[in-house]
């Protein structure tokens, strides 16, 4: 493989030719072996797969060649798409069968058990502990709305990745963003009208 | 559907810490490959360019693939 700089990586892959189609070779097998160090804890990520998401990968690259800016290696630039093509068909896969309904079901007074209190904890701890929980357990009942109580739940506590989610509520990846960061405001309210700093929060459950 | 004490601090943690100039998925994975850069130098990523830490620090998913970008450039090095 030969090692090319970023202006090198550039000017191989913008014009089809000999130069561009060694320049994908060389790009398909280093983003071949990067992912295959990227998903080694996936034990569900075939070699075959990889293979397809740098093929996806490259096309996107090859897409995107102009809104690379060159604040970082090229490679860099290259893995940070291939991992990211990989996620997402992979978050897809894991999630695609699971409906909405069965994402968000939740058994009455499931949310924010009372156990969390650690009774080993001193008082003053425990007392802390208490608030904390009732004020996430009084906005997340009273002050989020509808969608922002599901999105938290889904997203928070059924671990649903936002992408996927965001599809299933006919909704986009910032929209969801946005109402999962205006449910932590209210939370983060909620908690300092009750007097508590952050690091008291922080500490709280020994963190 | 359960939780678990250390989903319950993450959810805690991530509230607690919200702040309002707070980025998205987008901007953030713009920065990635120059954040991830300095991480790998030993560099103060997070204070050179702290809305993408920030970001990292409130989004599972976008933590996720930088943890693996850091494993691939790491391995690759």
Not at chain 1, 22 to 44: E, K, S, T
Not at chain 1, 130 to 159: C, P, S, W, Y
Request: net charge neutral; glycine share 4%.
């Amino acid at each position: 493989m030969i090692d090319r700089n970023n202006d090198e990586w550039i000017a191989a892959l913008s014009s089809p030719g000999p130069q561009r189609d060694a320049a994908l070779v060389d790009l398909r097998a280093l983003l071949v072996r990067g992912l295959g160090y990227a998903m080694a804890r996936h034990r569900n990520v075939s070699g075959a797969d990889i293979e397809d998401f740098a093929q996806d990968a490259l096309l996107k690259i090859l897409d995107g060649l102009k809104s690379f800016r060159g604040e970082s290696r090229f490679t860099t630039w290259a893995h940070k798409v291939a991992v990211h093509v990989a996620f997402t068909e992979l978050r897809r896969r894991r999630w695609r069968d699971v409906s909405l309904d069965e994402a968000t079901s939740l058994p009455e007074g499931s949310l924010l058990p009372q156990k969390w209190i650690d009774p080993s904890a001193k008082t003053e701890q425990q007392a802390m502990q208490r608030e904390i929980l009732n004020a996430m357990r009084h906005v997340i009942a009273n002050e989020l709305t509808d969608k922002q109580r599901q999105a938290f739940i889904t997203v928070h506590i059924r671990g649903m990745p936002m992408a996927e989610l965001a599809e299933k509520m006919n909704t986009n990846r910032n929209a969801l963003y946005k109402l999962l960061f205006d449910a932590r405001k209210k939370l983060k309210k909620q908690m300092m009208a009750k007097g508590l700093s952050a690091q008291d929060v922080l500490a709280a459950f020994g963190s | 559907m359960t939780l678990d004490l250390n989903t319950l601090k993450r959810i805690v943690r991530q509230s607690i810490t919200t702040r309002e100039d707070e980025i998205g998925c987008r901007q953030c994975f713009e920065q990635l490959d120059r954040f991830v850069e300095m991480t790998l130098a030993g560099k103060n990523a997070a204070e050179a360019m702290p809305l993408v830490q920030d970001h990292l620090d409130h989004c599972g998913d976008c933590h996720q693939e930088f943890e693996a970008l850091l494993d691939a450039l790491r391995a690759l090095e």
